[in-house]
């Protein structure tokens, strides 16, 4: 009746992912309770659970993937304090346990931490900064995001319902076979990955087709903001390498569920082939996250240097560079696989080569900031903690991309902290920097300086005195993933950076704190003109937070920073202009469609885990019924009348003619 | 770019041979581009990814074709007749796909409904073809557990045969939603996206038909 499921897949026997789960069912069960006491339960099934405005789903994406980070930084602190204790001793996490928490941290912190922010971003400022009122497919991107959301609930599932995968993020076979993973581990590893990775390919054809086809009159490609540039490079990368994931992922699934001889041992299966495909999406995901975030410096670095981006066409080619190249370096990830030297020396050179396009960039954003007159508020403080960390990582990058370097440092902890380096110096800084530039544009007030200082640097040196010690024990011969160790000359980089990661928990606390003083103190950090930073794309022309359509009129666009632009003809005006014309607006009905399709999509993920081979039936058949539900609505859109739209518009106005006094007279 | 650049744009609306402003909606700073173009587009992005799943399993076969383990080689095991009868069933699918097309731009909805019937008897023919192929390869012990020849095989053709599948599902909606809510501009963007699918289906038919099957036959 349940296929595999029986009262041993609940971990009585191991306190800590019990406890970990009955706190994190009591939470939800606390805010579920309270938000249902309060009466807000309508509220958020029609504003959020429901909605297809891409600005809700942006900040859903977000709040979804600061839950995961701090799930993934808890992992952290585990794999941390067990290596500082298990030096001639076993620590306290046993190790099918300890193997766990290193799986699922890499799954969490690239699957369900970063990707849901950096999408989460994109889905907040693309629009805007196109001078748009949504994305091509609304509804399609409220399913993305749920089954997103399903991805992440599995994993976390997987917690107190059976195990998670053993394998490490990426299941290698053929230790990931049935044959060596018995277990459901890998099986939640599976479909977790397999349907939180459609709802990212649905998101990248929806952005493609945002960017190249849903644009403000007048904004042509080089008109568009670097961010719009870098999100399209990214949302490519998605379309063509997501589905290598989805066709990889679903062999392995074959060869463990139907028998099948992809990738084992016996009857001609080839492992490798498993390792080359993996990498071939693999190494452009780490592109898909960092390229957006490369868009997030620009806009942040330009803004608050107060000048354009410098050699803003050079940007544009240095990212499709990147986009282009990402896909011919996905070997260096295992040159000792014994591929020749020929094929090692082709990958070697141009993974060395892919760090040209980001070098233009360094270039670019350092001559952004020469001669500006730069202001160092939190975001900016990121994007330079960004720029020396990055180029640290990167350096050790085109080390390890050298075939016979790669030989002494594979799978050593060097290499961890190379790609620590990377991505947390790239993306993870990236995202605070958006969060605070952003956060007043979603919310309408600002987030609190000091705190965010202190977040920022607690972060910068916490992050240093962790990773750097990596190098070091690399460099020393440890390997990764180890559970206990025995040799003394790694033990006190070992606690150094255990030392650093509490660090890193002072910064994230910080953080914490930030956004919630910032909310008690919201009246005092109001931000009333819409444009709290000076900005200079379309995003600031809007009210913060902007109306649920965005734009009352949609903007012509002159210039490349379209709203510099609209300042600088405003200041000369001495005003305005004239009021325009104010039409009705149609936007799209919100639809639980996304929301429906992710319930059934965790049944049909959590039966196939546990092989409940009628309830997965049942969910395929709800999926459809779905499907067709959607497909039979009569009534797509609903219209904001013409009044409604000038009486929203016009408050916008005056904001900004004040504004535009106010600068003027002091 | 005002009242000079609007009438350039209709009479010649995507500026060929022109280096001056594009002004044709959806390119360059025309503005959003119509619906119809945007649900398009998007589905064509749809089918370039699902085009990256084949090649994953076009190049996994391509590995794996010579990985026999001792069981049936390529030419042991493909019935060329079979396979051809498959071949003229989905392209004449296709055909009254392009029928359908036509039909639903004269909004004739019998002839639109004749055609749907036609594709999708033909789609099933077809599907029913691969499983019986399917069937007597498992009864003779040849099924994709047997080597990782077969394992490839079989998931490269059955992957195409389960998108068939989804395709005469979906057909089946097409179907009633033109019978319930008649030629709308929405249901015709879907079908739009149906018919791109079809014909897709069958790009992907001809890779599988020369590839595996007229290849496999001759080595």
């Known amino acids: ?666 | 770019m005002s009242a000079a650049g609007a009438t350039i744009s209709t009479s010649d609306p995507y500026r060929l041979g022109s280096r001056g402003p594009n002004l044709a909606r959806g390119h360059g700073g025309g503005g959003p581009a119509s619906k119809r173009v945007v649900v398009g587009y998007g589905f064509w992005l749809f089918l370039l990814s699902d085009i990256v799943i084949f090649a994953c399993l076009f190049a996994t076969y391509a590995v794996l074709s010579d990985a026999t383990a001792g069981g049936p080689k390529a030419r042991d095991i493909f019935d060329l007749q079979r396979v051809a009868i498959e071949t003229a069933c989905l392209l004449a699918s296709s055909f009254f796909c392009g029928i359908a097309t036509i039909a639903v731009a004269r909004r004739n909805q019998i002839l639109t409904q004749a055609a749907l019937i036609a594709t999708g008897l033909l789609g099933l023919a077809f599907i029913l073809l691969e499983a019986s192929e399917f069937a007597a390869l498992h009864a003779q012990g040849d099924g994709p557990t047997r080597s990782a020849f077969l394992t490839a095989f079989f998931t490269l053709v059955g992957c195409h045969g389960v998108h068939v599948t989804a395709g005469l599902l979906w057909l089946g909606t097409m179907m009633a939603q033109f019978y319930a809510k008649g030629f709308r501009p929405d249901i015709g963007r879907r079908f739009l996206c149906f018919s791109m699918f079809w014909h897709f289906l069958d790009i992907v038919w001809v890779a599988i038909f020369s590839l595996v099957y007229l290849v496999g036959t001759r080595l």
């Open chain 1, 1 to 666: 009746m349940f296929g595999k499921l029986g009262w041993d897949a609940i971990p009585l026997g191991q306190p800590i992912p019990l406890i970990a789960g009955a706190v994190v069912m009591l939470v939800l069960l606390g805010i579920l309770a309270w938000v249902a006491v309060k009466g807000w339960l309508p509220y958020f099934w029609n504003e959020w659970i429901t909605s297809v405005d891409h600005k809700h789903i942006g900040i859903m994406y977000v709040l979804l993937g600061l839950v995961m980070l701090l799930r993934g930084f808890i992992d952290a602190i585990m794999m941390r304090s067990q290596q500082a204790l298990a030096f001639h001793a076993q620590g306290y996490l046993p190790p099918e346990h300890y193997d766990q928490v290193f799986s699922a941290h890499g799954t969490l912190m690239i699957l369900f931490g970063a990707m849901p922010l950096v999408i989460g971003i994109m889905n907040f400022v693309v629009p805007l900064q196109l001078g748009v009122r949504d994305v091509a497919f609304p509804t399609l991107n409220s399913v993305s995001f749920w089954l997103t959301a399903t991805g992440a609930l599995l994993v976390n599932i997987s917690l107190v319902v059976g195990e998670f995968s053993r394998v490490g993020w990426l299941p290698y076979p053929p230790l990931s076979e049935l044959r060596y993973s018995p277990g459901v581990g890998v099986d939640y590893y599976l479909w977790a990955v397999q349907i939180s990775g459609i709802g990212t390919l649905l998101t990248g054809i929806n952005f493609v087709t945002t960017i190249l086809k849903i644009r403000a009159p007048g904004m042509t490609y080089l008109r568009m903001p670097m961010f719009c540039w870098t999100a399209l490079a990214s949302c490519l990368l998605i379309i063509a390498a997501f589905p290598v994931l989805t066709a990889s992922l679903a062999m392995l699934t074959l060869d463990r569920y139907l028998g099948f001889h992809f990738f084992t041992n016996e009857a001609g299966g080839n492992a490798m082939m498993f390792v080359n495909l993996i990498w071939a999406w693999g190494h452009p995901e780490v592109y898909i996250l960092v390229l957006p975030a490369f868009g997030i410096y620009s806009e942040v670095i330009s803004t608050f240097s107060g000048k354009p981006l410098f050699g803003y066409r050079s940007m544009v080619a240095a990212t499709l560079f990147i986009c282009i190249v990402s896909f011919c370096v996905w070997l260096h990830h295992f040159f000792t696989m014994g591929a020749g030297g020929d094929v090692n020396a082709v990958f070697g050179i141009a993974s060395s080569i892919i760090a040209v396009g980001t070098g233009v960039k360094m270039y670019n954003w350092l001559f952004t900031m020469y001669g500006g007159r730069i202001r160092f508020a939190t975001p900016m403080l990121w994007s330079l903690g960004f720029m020396t960390t990055f180029i640290t990582g990167g350096l050790t990058g085109v080390l390890l991309a050298v075939p016979p370097a790669d030989f002494l440092l594979h799978n050593s902890m060097f290499l961890v902290a190379h790609f620590h380096h990377v991505i947390v110096g790239g993306v993870v800084f990236a995202v605070f920097a958006a969060l605070i530039y952003w956060w007043p544009k979603a919310f309408g007030f600002r987030l609190h300086e000091g705190w965010g200082k202190a977040a920022f640097w607690c972060a910068l040196a916490g992050f240093y005195v962790t990773f750097v010690p990596f190098y070091i024990d690399g460099v020393l011969g440890m390997t990764r993933r180890l559970q206990h160790y025995d040799v003394a000359e790694w033990r006190p980089w070992i606690l150094v950076s255990a030392f650093g990661v509490l660090i890193l928990l002072a910064g994230a606390v910080c953080q914490i704190v930030q956004i919630i003083v910032s909310i008690t103190h919201r009246n005092e950090l109001r931000d009333t003109t819409g444009d709290p930073w000076d900005g200079r794309s379309l995003e600031w022309a809007t009210p913060s937070p902007p109306p649920v359509f965005n734009f009352a009129i949609l903007p012509q666009v002159h210039d490349a920073e379209a709203y510099w632009d609209v300042k600088r003809r405003a200041r000369e005006m001495n005003g305005s202009g004239l009021e325009p014309h104010y039409e009705a607006v149609e936007m799209p009905r919100n639809s639980p469609t996304g929301f429906v399709c992710a319930f059934f999509a965790t049944i049909i993920g959590f039966a196939l885990v546990w092989h409940i081979w009628w309830l997965m039936i049942a969910g395929l058949v709800g999926a459809y019924a779905t499907f067709v539900v959607f497909a039979w609505r009569d009534v797509p859109e609903y219209v904001i009348p013409a009044d409604e739209v000038a009486r929203i518009d016009r408050a916008n106005r005056l904001a900004r003619q004040e504004a535009l006094h106010g600068a003027s007279a002091a």
